[in-house]
């Protein structure tokens, strides 16, 4: 009765009925003895979206018992698919979500509008909030991101959304003047491949037609016929007409192997692993494809130098098993720790989900990793890369690669093994001090979010 946040987990040796069955037990029995009002929340870890709607009855007023429990539903699945789609997009931008998601000095607070701050324009308060970067508003429990509209006027019951290190920010601070920046044509049309199949696909094709430009396409590769994931296909396909999703029956080992540009050209690659009775979770089968992709792509580099070459992004459901993949640049593993990483923003403040939910999504604001020469080529310091990024109506979050001192690779992997943390030597620098000096280098990128715009 005295916490504020009771986090439900079913164990990892149920299968997906007895983890269901395990987790409305539990909400049944926090229905029924928790007093009424209670002023926490009950934050639960569910494998599938689909059993969300049974989850949300048992906590619901006058089903299961009287009153409501505060509830919030993190589905696996949906959160891993989001993750996916959006690696799929851009390298290096999963190790950019993995920091906002771990409390890496770049978390999601609230905090109160100043007086001195009521009606005044966001552009205004943007730049006044020092020690963290203002990232929106809190306006009747719907966050209001990256807003385009820089004279929006602030209210009094608003909470401004800001990234912070945990201290409270001052509102001191200033912004040097910045000239126009032009916001970027439309994105090219991208060709994303997914190779397997299991119950991320769906939540996966779904994720890839909001996020992909219009005429880009997503082809499904399996090596038979599979009735299922035409299915998935015909459904995802009506949402929106603009993306073209087929199933293509051809064997990825085989295309692999002959190192083909069917998928070594493609711009990502996307591996979710084949669950079986020996592979539950598919990792296996996954991280080996990943092995025989890198291989291929090596050869396909070798043979057409200059020629681009795809993403490959891994879906592993047992974090330990993405520790002893070395990342490369372009490639990311994408494992189920995130889950945890959400659970634990969660604790910190329930209210954190809506925004963290659109971050991931990249439906209405995206995170994007801008090449520093075009988008904001004299920038100095970070305060002038904020400065340029507002001109677009964008706000810029960090610095990417980190340009702090780094360990030596053999230290990095060491810590990837003691710390059984997939992530460490991939590091981007969010909510860097505003007077950080920007390396000027043909790889250095400023990472923003920005509008999601479509004609």
Same mark, same amino acid.
Request: with cysteine; hydrophobic share 45%.
């Given at each position: 009765? +005295?916490?504020?946040?009771?986090?439900?987990?079913?164990?990892?040796?149920?299968?997906?009925?007895?983890?269901?069955?395990?987790?409305?037990?539990?909400?049944?029995?926090?229905?029924?003895?928790?007093?009424?009002?209670?002023?926490?929340?009950?934050?639960?870890?569910?494998?599938?979206?689909?059993?969300?709607?049974?989850?949300?009855?048992?906590?619901?007023?006058?089903?299961?018992?009287?009153?409501?429990?505060?509830?919030?539903?993190?589905?696996?699945?949906?959160?891993?698919?989001?993750?996916?789609?959006?690696?799929?997009?851009?390298?290096?931008?999963?190790?950019?979500?993995?920091?906002?998601?771990?409390?890496?000095?770049?978390?999601?607070?609230?905090?109160?509008?100043?007086?001195?701050?009521?009606?005044?324009?966001?552009?205004?308060?943007?730049?006044?909030?020092?020690?963290?970067?203002?990232?929106?508003?809190?306006?009747?429990?719907?966050?209001?991101?990256?807003?385009?509209?820089?004279?929006?006027?602030?209210?009094?019951?608003?909470?401004?959304?800001?990234?912070?290190?945990?201290?409270?920010?001052?509102?001191?601070?200033?912004?040097?003047?910045?000239? #126009?920046?032009?916001?970027?044509?439309?994105?090219?049309?991208?060709?994303?491949?997914?190779?397997?199949?299991?119950?991320?696909?769906?939540? !996966? !094709?779904?994720?890839?037609?909001?996020?992909?430009?219009?005429?880009?396409?997503?082809?499904?590769?399996?090596?038979?016929?599979?009735?299922?994931?035409?299915?998935?296909?015909?459904?995802?396909?009506?949402?929106?007409?603009?993306?073209?999703? #087929?199933?293509? +029956?051809?064997?990825?080992?085989?295309?692999?192997?002959?190192?083909?540009?069917?998928?070594?050209?493609?711009?990502?690659?996307?591996?979710?692993?084949?669950?079986?009775?020996?592979?539950?979770?598919?990792?296996?089968?996954?991280?080996?494809?990943?092995?025989?992709?890198?291989?291929?792509?090596?050869?396909?580099?070798?043979?057409?130098?200059?020629?681009?070459?795809?993403?490959?992004?891994?879906?592993?459901?047992?974090?330990?098993?993405?520790?002893?993949?070395?990342?490369?640049?372009?490639?990311?593993?994408?494992?189920?720790?995130?889950?945890?990483?959400? !659970?634990? +923003?969660?604790?910190?403040?329930?209210?954190?989900?809506?925004?963290?939910?659109?971050?991931?999504?990249?439906?209405?604001?995206?995170?994007?990793?801008?090449?520093?020469?075009?988008?904001?080529?004299?920038?100095?310091?970070?305060?002038?890369?904020?400065? #340029?990024?507002?001109?677009?109506?964008?706000?810029?979050?960090?610095?990417?690669?980190?340009?702090?001192?780094?360990?030596?690779?053999?230290?990095?992997?060491?810590?990837?093994?003691?710390?059984?943390?997939?992530?460490?030597?991939?590091?981007?620098?969010?909510?860097?001090?505003?007077?950080?000096?920007?390396?000027?280098?043909?790889?250095?990128?400023?990472?923003?979010?920005?509008?999601?715009?479509?004609?």
């Amino acid at each position: 009765e +005295q916490a504020r946040a009771i986090v439900v987990i079913p164990p990892s040796s149920a299968d997906d009925e007895q983890s269901v069955r395990w987790t409305l037990a539990v909400l049944l029995a926090l229905h029924r003895v928790l007093p009424d009002r209670w002023p926490g929340r009950v934050l639960v870890e569910a494998r599938h979206d689909e059993t969300r709607e049974l989850l949300d009855l048992a906590v619901a007023p006058d089903i299961a018992g009287a009153g409501a429990v505060p509830t919030h539903v993190v589905a696996t699945d949906r959160v891993v698919a989001q993750i996916l789609a959006q690696s799929a997009r851009q390298d290096a931008l999963y190790f950019v979500l993995r920091h906002l998601l771990a409390f890496d000095g770049c978390e999601i607070y609230f905090e109160p509008v100043p007086a001195d701050l009521v009606a005044q324009p966001f552009g205004l308060a943007h730049a006044r909030v020092d020690g963290a970067i203002l990232l929106g508003l809190m306006r009747a429990g719907r966050p209001l991101l990256c807003p385009e509209d820089a004279s929006l006027a602030l209210r009094a019951d608003d909470r401004l959304v800001v990234v912070a290190d945990g201290k409270r920010p001052r509102f001191d601070g200033s912004l040097p003047s910045a000239g #126009s920046v032009p916001v970027a044509s439309s994105a090219e049309p991208e060709r994303i491949v997914v190779l397997g199949h299991n119950a991320t696909l769906r939540h !996966l !094709l779904d994720e890839l037609v909001e996020v992909l430009p219009d005429r880009s396409q997503v082809d499904v590769l399996t090596d038979r016929e599979e009735p299922e994931v035409a299915r998935v296909i015909e459904a995802t396909s009506s949402r929106r007409r603009t993306i073209t999703v #087929s199933q293509r +029956q051809r064997s990825a080992v085989s295309l692999a192997r002959e190192g083909s540009p069917e998928l070594c050209a493609a711009d990502a690659v996307v591996i979710l692993g084949e669950e079986g009775a020996d592979d539950v979770n598919g990792d296996a089968s996954a991280l080996a494809m990943l092995l025989r992709l890198r291989k291929a792509v090596k050869t396909w580099s070798a043979a057409a130098p200059g020629e681009p070459t795809a993403r490959l992004v891994t879906e592993v459901r047992d974090p330990r098993s993405a520790v002893h993949v070395e990342p490369r640049p372009g490639d990311a593993v994408v494992s189920s720790d995130v889950i945890a990483m959400l !659970l634990a +923003q969660g604790v910190l403040d329930p209210d954190a989900f809506p925004v963290y939910d659109e971050l991931l999504s990249g439906l209405r604001t995206r995170i994007v990793l801008r090449d520093l020469a075009t988008y904001a080529p004299d920038a100095r310091t970070f305060a002038d890369a904020m400065a #340029s990024a507002r001109t677009r109506s964008e706000i810029a979050l960090g610095i990417h690669p980190d340009p702090r001192p780094h360990p030596s690779r053999a230290v990095l992997d060491r810590r990837r093994l003691e710390e059984g943390d997939a992530s460490v030597g991939e590091e981007a620098w969010l909510n860097p001090p505003r007077e950080t000096e920007i390396p000027h280098a043909a790889d250095v990128k400023i990472v923003v979010v920005a509008p999601v715009r479509r004609a």
